[in-house]
Structure formats: C-alpha cells, structure tokens
C-alpha cells in the first residue's frame, strides 16, 4: 500500500465554481451531464469533487475525437452535417447529446484547441467553444490569447461551468 499526501490539485476557483453550479442544481433538484473535449475531464472533476455529488452529476465523458463521439454520443440526437470541432455547433450538438443520453436536466458541451498549437480547423491555441443545453440554452466563444496548455484546459472548463451557472441563475425555477 502507498500513502500519497493529499492537496488540491484543482484550482480554487474551478473548485468554487463548480461547488457554486452543484448548489443550485441540488436546490433545484436537477441533474446534470458532461461532454468535454479539450478540458479532459477538469469540468467533471469540479462538479464531482464536491461531497454528495450523486445528487445531481449524471455522467460525463472525454469527447477528443469524432471517434469519441462516434462511440458515445451517436444516436437520438441528430448530429449536424459537417460537424466541426471547436466550435459553436459542435459545443451545443455535445451539450444537448450527453443532455438527452444520459436524461439529465442540464447538458454541457466543450470543445477546443489548448496549445501550444492550434488545431487542424486553423483556430488558434487558447480557442474554444463551451455550451449549456437544457431548459435554456447557450453557448460561448473562449479566446484566452495564451498557448499555455494545462492554463487553457483550466480556462475552458472554468467557463463551462460558469456557463452553467448563469443559465441556472437565469431559467425559470422548477416547481
């Protein structure tokens, strides 16, 4: 057996952030679900770092590649033709598919180009698309100036969940 010392290895205001998001979704009594690419599960691990998270975090996956999406999300949810990466139609199309998969209230999609490279679309690294799909929609466009790899995977997925937490604030309260 190996004792490992424990600390944070999240960001403070991610943690908050998602403690924020798993708050109103517990006073709401709702659910989420998370399809992320370029954060590589750092939105996920907000919500579920979190004490009692089971009351309200459904699932998420890591949706890198079309292959990704292929294997997880094809089905219900019509997929847009000519579907593109890191972008606005592809961050919605991931919020409504794990939306609807995994029959959660909210649904929050990401994609992005992290660095120190951009992707293959031309976008250039610290780009990304985040979306919230569920009684209200919305997406954003992040542009971080900086090809930071590990800083632009937090960026993204702390304004995902920032995200979430203004379409919570703003929709209508469940009775």
């Known amino acids: 057996m190996h004792y490992v010392p424990t600390m944070s290895l999240l960001p403070e205001e991610l943690l908050d952030v998602g403690a ?28 579920l770092a979190v004490p009692g998270a089971s009351a309200y975090y459904l699932g998420g996956s890591v949706i890198y590649t079309r292959n990704a999406l292929d294997g997880m999300l094809t089905g219900p949810v019509e997929r847009p033709r000519k579907l593109r990466g890191a972008s606005e139609p592809w961050a919605t199309h991931l919020a409504r598919a794990t939306r609807v998969h995994l029959r959660a209230t909210w649904g929050i999609g990401e994609g992005g180009a992290t660095g120190p490279s951009g992707n293959p679309y031309g976008d250039p690294p610290g780009h990304a698309w985040v979306a919230v799909s569920g009684p209200t929609e919305a997406a954003e466009n992040i542009l971080t100036g900086d090809d930071d790899r590990l800083a632009n995977m937090v ?10 937490e203004a379409e919570l604030e703003k929709a209508p309260h469940p009775d």
């Open 20 to 47: 924020r998001c798993g708050a109103l979704l517990r006073e709401r009594g709702e659910t989420v679900a998370v399809a992320e690419g370029s954060g590589g599960g750092l939105v996920s691990a907000a919500l």
């Open 155 to 164: 960026a993204f997925s702390t304004a995902a969940l920032l995200l979430l």
